[in-house]
């Protein structure tokens, strides 16, 4: 029901700024639309995890419904709903001031909210084809809004780049999509579950559909090999829009991951987690490598995002074995979105104050900025696992569970990896912070003065999130754990 | 104790933390008096848990009501889930607890003392600095995560400490940051460069052992699930259960595990191989050095190593098990013996009067180690406990004293070479007289604390006939004594410098410190000469609770045991190898550099051996050069190369793409077939 009641105020607010060219009123409305749908989001969550309420939507028409059901919400939707709408909500309320000198805000704004609303749809969808729609919605929406500022090369050329390889990996998705549809008739997630298990034994057929869906939902998800466009659109974006693709655009990739591999595939039978395992430590290293010499704030940001994501394949690669795994991936893609979304909103402070993304060109910034500053380095000590701050939970749940899996020298392999990332990750961390906050002031940075209160507010409600989530993990973790269970549950 | 002392002690500097920024808007008297405050509150909470320990059991006061016995736990619901793991339910209990026992009311009390004397110190010392709100922000911090881990009853509230007490570190190590005098290495530009280089060093250091550590600590608890326990991190409940170490054991991995879990402390406190952030550490104010870099943070690796030594030695012997650990305790006796010697080494040829100090804090700490280490492996665990946490105490407060010392001297001289230093003695009578105070301790004079401290850990080695590492342990305490009193000799006697000479044309005459820096050193200074006498008190406290009682050490101090304790120091055969090894690390040193009748840049040049040796250990050992050559130039040279993979460009980054759903592909198919 969310994305349809969004898609009213995306029209409301369209018409209204159209009619009224008063500009301050669009952000502010679409800002209110983005808050009603994360308190929305927030009751969804809340009944379905207390209250074992299952929320159903199924299509009216008839020709439709033969293809799938339509919308169902289960934990782990829900979840995901609530982060989505949780940063889209920081990252509007960001850009009213950040935006400010753009031209064409109705579109931005118009375009914001429907990427939260696909966003949504996505965690929703009860079926395949409904998740399709909804992840190309979301896949249109990011590429107009990484070309937003479409007079500069660099924004297009990273867009046309996103949109290729996207597309690729969409016609791999679609592809593996009709070869489900082939095999059992059905597009709806059970149907698919229940006509796979009572399948028999696993043919090639099958094999290629699961290497086309990591393959077509890996784009999105940037793993390494299909990460690339990622590293030109971040640092292209704006900032609020860095803020949302790194933050919750890539986890919508894994969100359809997730939904897809465990619904219909079962470890036991089909042997994913190996695979799924190499590519999250591939991700994970390659990324760290490469981002420890970067020099610009953004792209550094951008590498420490695939990065993330490597992390988090490698928690949902033992996910079938140990809950306790992909509890930690859920709760890292919650904690992620938070820190990395903070980290991209307080580099465009930067970016909006001194006008540079050079880390060379930031020195001593924070000094200037001490708010922003103070929030830009909370974020990156979240993001290096410092605790008591909420990277570190995530982090230590998933390579706690790594270790702990049954066999010693599989589990310790992996986590000795993924520590050993994680020191890797520390090094060029620590290096920006250092750089904003310690090095002699350079020329740009004299005049920096403190970022307007709008770009504060939200920079605040995300700092406290991370302390508190950092403090008292308790209900962040069981939400987690239920939405973990939630798609597990399916097979037994 | 006090109620919720045990909560209250690291609750309190820490919210104060949160407090001084905003005080600081009020006034900055009101700042600095916050910050003496919480450390004040500290010590007094701290120290209200004394009583208790060396009663055995807790009392509240001000009603006298007793709760319980020590070892005494309290703990809330942290962290709590039902999940499954490996195919089984499992409960995941995280509790944020606190567990008072000697061990840990013993560190929390060297932290709250010596934190609240430094805080008084740092009044006069950094009087007039600017940036006062961040250092009294770590500072309290510091304060307050030491106390949270030492107090902690889990390895997981534990690392929570151990972090952020890394992260002040770091901080207050790059304190001056804002420098622009000229760096003293030419690496950098700016001092301040310098200075926050060396706290980035400190913090990743450190962190590649605490990444052992977490190693160290999910393995055990993979243990744990294996022998159908439930998931926890208590002290107590590992101490108490033998099936995770059986697990371990059966798997063959006990050793590699407990050893890996000695590397979060040979990081924290600057063991080899992981030694090399200390020297650089002394960048920061010399408050923070003689605070965390010597007295306390430091010391958390001993205490850590304390704490899952007792761990290791009482699960192992419920499970008898105990020879099967021997290798842990040899490692931690090996490493611990190899760094006193390799850090003493560096100290007698550093010219700087901090890094002197940083090297010996680095071999005292691995006499400590060496101490634990042995202890446990000749079966007499409480013995070794007792001597290694003696000498830590000894070594807190001398090596405090030592510092704050040189920070008077640093303040008056306004430079951290040794060389510009020279004749200070009759102008800085008081500074004089309590750092040869802390130096005679250092170097284990008869009779003050580091003495006795020392000769109880060398008395387990001699007892037991190690001889390898008791020979290593006795020549390390002969360059102790020559380091000490070339320090001394450089720092006081002898002509002036050029350097003060100009100074003082300049009419910037060498002063003594103000009181308020001065009484802390009296203080510490008195501390430093009695406190070896009190052995035997020091041992009822550390043993007191059921644990020790089996394992031969009563809590109560008599006549008898007393004169025992001073046969026991003073007339061994190892007393007198000590005072040999006394007089022969002083004699040169006085000719050398008290006396000034040999110059010692002649001896160096003349003979071709010293002046090898002296070039091997001036680069320390090359072992620093290595480090930076491979890590840190080498990876940052690997990924120069490597990031020309990501070359941008769309042609490239799509084929790359269908690589990698080609080989995706043939991985299942390779699968299948």
Known sequence: ????????????????AEETRARKVVDWLATLGMFCTLAIAIKILYKVVFGGFVLQFTYPIATLSMLGTGLKV??????????????????????????????GLTQYYVLLLLLVASLNGVAYAADLFTLFVFYEMMG???????????????????????????????????????????????????GIANALKNAEAPTGYLY????????????????????????????????????????????????????????????????????????????????????????????????????????????????????????????????????????????????????????????????????TGT?????????????????????????????????????GILGMLALINVLLATGYYAKVLRIVWMDPESEKVKEAKEAPPEMLIALIILTLAILVIGVYPQPFFEISEKAAESVIGVLG | MLPYAPWLCWLIPLGFAVLIPLADKIHPRVRDGLAILGSFLAMVFAASMIPDVFAGKVTIWPDGKVVGEIPYGQSVSWINATVYVNGNETRITLGAGVLVDPLSVFMANIVGIIGFLIMVYSLGYMAGEPDMRRYWFWMSTFIGSMILLVMADNLIQMFVGWELVGLCSWQLIAFWFKATTPSPVPDFKTEGEYNAHCGMKAWIMTRAGDICLLIAIAAIGWAQLKAGQPLTFKFMDLQESTGWLRVLADVGLLVPISVLMFGGPVGKSAQFPLHEWLPEAMAGPTTVSALIHAATMVKAGVYLVARMVQVFYLAGESAGMLVALKPLFITVAWIGCFTAFLAATQAMVSMELKK???????????????????????????????????????????????????????????????????????????????????????????????????????????????????????????????????????????????????????????????????????????????????????????????????????????????????????????????????????????YIY?????????????????????????????????????????????????????TGILNVNVILMLIGFVAFIAYLVFYLL
């Open chain 1, 74 to 103: 289960d934990a782990l939707s829900a979840f995901m709903a609530v982060i989505f709408s949780s940063i889209g909500f920081a990252a509007s309320l960001y850009s009213v001031r950040y935006m400010e000198h753009d031209t």
């Open chain 1, 208 to 371: 290629l559909v699961i290497a086309l869906l990591i393959g077509g939902f890996g784009v999105k998800a940037a793993i390494v090999p299909m990460h690339s466009w990622l590293i030109d659109a971040h640092p292209a974006a704006p900032t609020s829009i860095s803020a949302m693709l790194s933050g919750v655009v890539i986890k919508g990739g894994v969100y359809a991951l997730v939904r897809t591999l465990f619904m219909f595939f079962p470890v036991t039978v089909y042997h994913w987690d190996w695979m799924l395992a190499v590519i999250g430590v591939v991700t994970m290293t390659v990324a760290n490598i490469i981002a420890l010499v970067q020099e610009d704030i953004k792209r550094l940001l951008a590498y420490s995002s695939i990065y993330n994501i490597g992390l988090i394949m490698l928690g949902v690669s033992i996910g079938h074995v140990s809950v306790l795994g992909l509890t930690g991936a859920m709760f890292h893609v919650l904690n992620h979105a938070i820190m990395k979304a903070l980290a991209f909103l307080c580099a465009g402070c930067f970016l909006h104050v001194v006008g540079t993304r050079m880390l060379s060109d930031l020195k001593g910034v924070a000094r200037r900025m001490p708010i």
């Open chain 2, 356 to 590: 002197v100090l940083a090297y010996s804090t680095i071999s005292q700490i691995g006499y400590m180690m060496l101490g634990l280490g042995a202890g446990a492996l000749l079966l007499i665990p409480a013995h070794g406990y007792v001597a290694g946490t003696f000498h830590l105490m000894s070594h807190a407060v001398f090596k405090a004293l030592l510092f704050l010392c040189a920070g008077s001297v640093l303040h008056a001289t306004e430079t951290k070479y040794m060389y510009e230093m020279g004749g200070l003695k009759e102008d800085m009578p008081i500074t004089y007289w309590t750092m040869v105070i802390g130096a005679a301790s250092l170097a284990a004079v008869p009779g003050l604390a580091g003495f006795f401290s020392k000769e109880l850990i060398l008395e387990i080695l001699w007892k037991e006939g190690q001889l390898a590492l008791f020979t290593l342990a006795t020549v390390t305490a002969a360059l102790t004594a020559f380091y000490s009193f070339r320090m001394i000799g450089l720092t006081f006697h002898g002509p002036k410098s050029e350097y003060i000479k100009k100074r003082e044309e300049e009419g910037k005459h060498v002063h003594e410190a103000p009181p308020v820096m001065w009484v802390p050193l009296v203080i510490l200074a008195v501390a430093s000469i009695v406190l070896g006498w009190l052995g035997p008190y020091y041992e009822a406290f550390a043993t007191s609770g059921r644990f020790w009682v089996a394992h031969e050490l009563g809590s109560e101090v008599t006549l008898e045991k007393y004169a025992h304790y001073l046969t026991e120091v003073f007339a061994t055969p190892t007393a007198a190898l000590s005072l040999l090894m006394l007089v022969i690390g002083i004699v040169p040193a006085y």
């Open chain 1, 375 to 411: 929030c830009f380095g909370i974020s990156l000590l979240a993001l290096m696992g410092v605790p008591p701050l909420n990277g570190f939970w995530s982090k230590f749940w998933i390579i706690l569970a790594v270790f702990l899996l049954p066999d010693p020298v599989y589990g």
């Open chain 1, 140 to 190: 249109i929406s990011s590429y107009s809004l990484v070309a937003f500022r479409k007079h500069q090369w660099e924004p297009v050329e990273a867009a046309m780049k996103y949109l290729f390889m996207a597309a690729i990996g969409s016609t791999a998705v679609l592809l593996a999509m009709s070869m489900l549809y082939g095999l059992t008739g059905t597009l709806n997630f059970e």
């Open chain 1, 1 to 16: 029901m969310v994305p349809v009641a969004f898609a009213i105020l995306v029209f409301i607010v369209g018409y209204f």
């Open chain 2, 594 to 646: 008290i006396k000034r009748k040999i110059d010692p840049a002649e001896l160096v040049s003349k003979n071709v051996v010293l002046r090898a040796l002296y070039t091997f250990l001036y680069n320390r050992w090359y072992i620093n050069p290595f480090y930076y050559k491979v890590f840190l130039n080498g990876t940052q040279a690997f990924s120069q190369r490597f990031r020309k993979l990501q």
